[in-house]
C-alpha cells in the first residue's frame, strides 16, 4: 500500500509541476507588451487598426494607451484574443459642449473653405495648438468642435496579444 501511495504522490508533484511549467505568462503592468488591434465603433466601422508588421507596443501602466484599453489588457495571455469594449468614460470622455465655438469665416485663410468634417489646427493664445473639427459651415462662420474626434463614442477593440517582453517595474 505504501508503494501506491508514494506513486499516487509522485505523479501528483509531477503533474502540478508541469502544468506550472507550461502556464503561460499573463500581461501585468510595468510589462512591454506588443497588440494587434482593430477599433471598431459601434456602428461597425473600422476606425482604426494595426498593421500585421508593426503591432502596436505598449508598456502596461505608463499611460501610453487608454487606460481602458490597458485594463483590458492586463491579464491576457499570449496568443489570446480579446474583445474590449469601452464606454465614452473609460475612453476619450463625454463630448463636452463647452469645447464648442463659432468662429467668424473673416478668421481664416482667404484661401482655406472650410468643410464639415474637415479637421483643421489652432493656435490657443497661449500658443498652444490643437485640433478641431469643423461641425458646421454657415454663411458667415463656422462651428468648431475641439473634443477628441471619439469623444462620447463607445469603442470597441478586436485584440491579440503577440509578445509580452520582460517587467520594466521592479
Known amino acids: ?25 499573463v500581461a501585468k503592468e510595468g510589462d512591454k507588451v506588443k497588440v494587434h488591434y482593430v477599433l471598431k465603433l459601434e456602428d461597425g466601422v473600422v476606425f482604426d487598426s494595426s498593421s500585421a508588421e508593426s503591432p502596436l507596443e505598449v508598456t502596461l501602466g505608463s499611460g501610453g494607451v487608454i487606460p481602458g484599453l490597458e485594463k483590458g489588457i492586463m491579464g491576457m495571455k499570449v496568443g489570446e ?24 469665416k473673416t478668421d481664416f485663410p482667404p484661401d482655406l473653405n472650410p468643410a464639415i468634417g474637415q479637421q483643421l489646427q489652432m493656435r490657443h493664445p497661449s500658443g498652444q495648438v490643437f485640433n478641431v473639427t469643423v461641425k458646421d459651415v454657415m454663411a458667415d462662420s463656422v462651428t468648431l468642435d475641439g473634443n477628441h474626434p471619439l469623444a462620447g463614442k463607445t469603442l470597441i477593440f478586436d485584440v491579440q496579444l503577440k509578445e509580452i517582453a520582460a517587467s520594466e517595474v521592479k
Not at 484574443?81 to 463659432?102: C, Q, V, W
Open 1 to 25: 500500500m505504501k508503494i501506491v501511495t508514494t506513486g499516487l504522490l509522485i505523479l501528483s508533484v509531477m503533474a502540478v509541476f508541469l502544468i506550472g511549467c507550461s502556464a503561460k505568462p
Open 81 to 104: 484574443n480579446k474583445t474590449i469594449t469601452l464606454s465614452p468614460e473609460d475612453a476619450y470622455g463625454l463630448s463636452r459642449p463647452e469645447m464648442f465655438m463659432t468662429v467668424p
